[in-house]
């Protein structure tokens, strides 16, 4: 009985050791975080909300994935400046057909605005759109080089019009890596929209841009951050290819100050006028017998020569034989006067009269 009451006690002095250590190991282990990375490198629960409730587009990422992707705000306001200055290109033929449509881009106030050579071949008249509901009547090319795919035209503006254009980035190309965005016309769909690209490679006039963009990109101006234009897209598809700023820039300069806007039909109608008709006389009433000649035997035959101006009217009658009787020459040339001639560039002609009493 003496042994097993220590005994009992020691059992009960185990249990309450072991208690103890259990709550102190427990107390120690609570304030581990739930949020800290784990040793596999998990990310906190804070970071994957952000992430996922907030994405940001990488200039980098491909046309593909951007397709998919909601814009981010500084993407929303780049787009929403630049968009009023692209434009819708319509040209249309000698017979009022629609030839095709392209984008370009106003780049002053006074409605001067960039397209590629291409978008205007063969065209006689054009009208311009924008996306708030603006058509502009295009009065002609200032300028246009097949080699280069450019062109510039003079929109009609309206005076006191507010219109929107871009700048041209004055600075060196944006070197290989730099990202940029195309910016179509809105009336071109959803083929319009803003595309974040990466500039591939550059030369001193050309830039490749990484991605592929819709056929109706061409002439669409390819921006910067700042919305300064640093290239106009001359090629679409699976790669893109764009004139750069220098390029367009040395284009522009090469527009004379007082060239006037024409279509290629409108010039080669003033080089080459239209060819006149053979000139002919289309009125001649014969001369009247001069009272108090009429004596028989009078007779009298003169030859006369008649200047007529481009209306047909005689400016000049010029006796080159005459009659021989000064009554006969005076009636010739009051009635030879009146003749008339079918318009011309300006005429002579020598006529002989001849008087004869019966």
Same mark, same amino acid.
């Given at each position: 009985?003496?042994?097993?009451?220590?005994?009992?006690?020691?059992?009960?002095?185990?249990?309450f050791?072991?208690?103890?250590?259990?709550?102190?190991?427990t107390?120690?282990?609570?304030p581990?975080?739930?949020g800290?990375?784990s040793?596999g490198?998990?990310?906190?629960p804070?970071? *994957?909300?952000?992430?996922s409730s907030?994405?940001?587009?990488?200039? =980098?990422? $491909?046309?593909?994935?951007?397709?998919?992707?909601t814009?981010?705000?500084?993407?929303a306001?780049?787009? $929403?400046?630049v968009?009023?200055?692209?434009?819708?290109?319509? /040209?249309?033929?000698?017979k009022g057909n629609?030839?095709?449509?392209?984008s370009g881009f106003?780049i002053s106030a006074?409605?001067?605005f960039?397209?590629?050579?291409?978008?205007?071949?063969?065209?006689?008249?054009?009208?311009?759109? *924008?996306?708030?509901?603006?058509?502009?009547?295009?009065?002609?090319?200032?300028?246009?080089s097949?080699?280069l795919?450019l062109?510039?035209?003079?929109?009609?503006?309206?005076?006191?019009r507010?219109?929107? !254009?871009l700048?041209l980035?004055?600075?060196?190309n944006?070197p290989?890596?730099?990202?940029?965005?195309?910016?179509?016309?809105?009336?071109?769909g959803?083929?319009?929209n803003?595309r974040q690209?990466?500039?591939?490679?550059?030369?001193? =006039?050309?830039?490749?841009i990484t991605?592929?963009?819709?056929g109706?990109?061409?002439?669409?101006?390819?921006?910067t951050?700042?919305?300064e234009?640093?290239?106009?897209?001359?090629?679409?598809?699976?790669k893109?290819?764009?004139?750069?700023a220098?390029?367009?820039?040395? !284009?522009?300069?090469r /527009?004379?100050?007082?060239?006037?806007?024409?279509?290629?039909?409108?010039?080669?109608a003033?080089?080459?006028p239209?060819?006149t008709?053979k000139?002919r006389i289309?009125?001649?009433?014969?001369p009247?017998?001069?009272p108090?000649a009429?004596l028989?035997?009078? *007779?009298?035959t003169g030859?006369?020569?008649?200047? !007529?101006?481009p209306?047909? =009217?005689?400016?000049?009658?010029? /006796?080159?034989?005459?009659t021989?009787?000064p009554?006969f020459?005076?009636?010739?040339?009051?009635t030879?006067?009146t003749?008339k001639?079918?318009?011309?560039h300006?005429w002579?002609?020598? /006529?002989p009269v001849? !008087?004869q009493?019966r």
């Open positions: 009985m003496t042994l097993r009451l220590p005994l009992l006690r020691c059992t009960w002095l185990a249990f050791l072991a208690l103890a250590c259990e709550k102190r190991s107390a120690q282990t609570a581990e975080s739930p800290r990375l040793r490198g998990a990310t906190t804070a970071t *994957t909300v952000r992430q907030n994405p940001l587009p990488s200039t =980098n990422a $491909s046309p593909g994935a951007e397709a998919g992707r814009p981010s705000s500084d993407l306001n780049l787009e $929403s400046r968009r009023p200055a692209v434009i819708w290109v319509t /040209v249309f033929d000698s629609l030839l095709r449509t392209a106003f006074d409605g001067r960039v397209t590629t050579a291409h978008a205007i071949e063969g065209g006689v008249n054009a009208v311009a759109k *924008t996306a708030d509901g603006g058509i502009y009547d295009v009065s002609g090319i200032l300028r246009a097949k080699e795919d062109a510039v035209l003079q929109a009609e503006v309206k005076p006191r507010l219109l929107r !254009f700048d980035n004055k600075n060196d944006p290989v890596g730099v990202g940029v965005v195309v910016i179509g016309s809105a009336l071109a959803n083929e319009g803003a690209m990466t500039i591939a490679a550059q030369a001193s =006039n050309r830039l490749e991605g592929a963009t819709p109706s990109s061409v002439g669409s101006p390819v921006v951050e700042n919305g234009v640093v290239g106009v897209v001359t090629a679409a598809g699976e893109t290819t764009a004139h750069s220098a390029a367009l820039e040395s !284009f522009l300069s /527009v004379p100050t007082d060239v006037r806007p024409r279509w290629p039909a409108t010039a080669e003033t080089a080459t239209a060819s008709p000139p289309v009125y001649a009433p014969a009247a017998f001069p108090g009429s028989p035997g009078a *007779t009298g030859r006369y020569r008649l200047t !007529f101006d209306n047909g =009217n005689v400016t000049n009658v010029q /006796v080159v034989k005459s021989g009787n009554y020459d005076q009636a010739a040339i009051k030879l006067r003749w001639s079918a318009p011309s300006g002579e002609a020598t /006529v001849t !008087f009493t």
